[in-house]
């Protein structure tokens, strides 16, 4: 559900539903591919997205997902322009948080904190603006 906000071809996911990712890590980490496998959690991946779904459709998954973990923090890496259309929807309507606005710079390091309730008996979530907080890089 973090895949990419786009059709384009560098937008399509090459790891198939439910499989590692398709890259040498065993040998870049020195270790086994069964060691890998105990390390990565692929129960989410679903492969490449539906072109039936929406990319809110997969932040609303995502949102659904994160704040059902009992995790206290949660690390999830995704592209630039899946998180500034995050910021974008979850953010009260009258932030004017550079979030919004900006993407994230490549590599960029960025914590926040979600918020989920409900209003007319629909779950929502949103974003406290005052809890962004740039850790590496930040916005462009």
Not at 13 to 35: D, G, M, R, Y
Not at 42 to 58: A, C, F, V
Not at 59 to 64: K, R
Not at 99 to 119: D, P, W, Y
Request: hydrophobic fraction near 35%; charged fraction near 20%; proline fraction near 4%.
């Amino acid at each position: 559900c973090l895949q990419e906000i786009s059709r384009n071809v560098d937008c399509v996911a090459l790891t198939q539903k439910q499989k590692i990712p398709i890259v040498n890590v065993h040998n870049l980490l020195k270790t086994s591919e069964q060691t890998i496998s105990s390390r990565l959690d692929i129960s989410e991946n679903h492969g490449h997205k539906s072109i039936t779904q929406n990319g809110l459709y997969r932040m609303n998954e995502f949102s659904h997902w994160a704040m059902s973990r009992p995790e206290e923090y949660i690390i999830v890496a995704g592209h630039s322009l899946y998180f500034k259309k995050y910021f974008d929807n979850y953010l009260p309507k009258i932030s004017t948080h550079v979030a919004r606005s900006r993407k994230m710079q490549n590599c960029a390091i960025v914590s926040f904190t979600l918020h989920e309730g409900t209003h007319n008996g629909r779950k929502m979530f949103r974003i406290d603006p005052d809890s962004i907080v740039p850790l590496y890089k930040g916005f462009m």
